[in-house]
């Protein structure tokens, strides 16, 4: 059975990218997409995702926050800030905070690998 993954970018070409990439991967799947981080908290709460991909800047509520409120919910979840302020981000969550990895969007090669490490299939 694939392993679930929410994806949360204010950007639809952002979610589609993400979109497309799980398309490719057999044993990861798509579960649902959010615009914004209390969107992402609603959703993860009726999906129950194995992992959780936010970005850092979005509407209603920061990626930052709703990882905050996500670890909260369901703090055994690994979640990654996808985002353009990688250098910024890293200051903000030291290890064992609410994100479980920083990777930057122009970086997107490596997101995989990176889902790989926190949730094996």
């Keep these: 059975m694939a392993r679930t993954i929410l994806v949360a970018d204010?950007?639809?070409?952002?979610r589609r990218m993400l979109c497309q990439i799980f398309e490719k991967e057999e044993e990861y799947d798509?579960?649902?997409?959010a615009s914004n981080g209390q969107?992402?908290?609603d959703l993860a709460i009726k999906h129950r995702p194995e992992?959780?991909?936010l970005d850092h800047s979005m509407p209603v509520m920061n990626g930052v926050n709703?990882?905050?409120?996500?670890?909260?919910i369901m703090p055994t979840v690994p979640i990654i800030l996808f985002t353009n302020?990688?250098?910024?981000?890293?200051n903000l969550?030291?290890?064992g905070s609410s994100v479980d990895r920083v990777i930057a969007k122009d970086d997107a090669s490596q997101l995989m690998h990176h889902i790989r490490e926190l949730i094996s299939a």
Excluded at 66 to 72: D, P
Excluded at 85 to 90: E, M
């Design 93 to 95: 969550f030291p290890n």
């Design 85 to 90: 302020y990688a250098d910024l981000a890293h």
């Design 30 to 33: 798509l579960c649902a997409e």
């Design 66 to 72: 709703a990882a905050r409120e996500l670890k909260k």
């Design 51 to 53: 992992l959780i991909i």
């Design 10 to 14: 204010d950007s639809p070409i952002i």
């Design 39 to 41: 969107e992402a908290i």
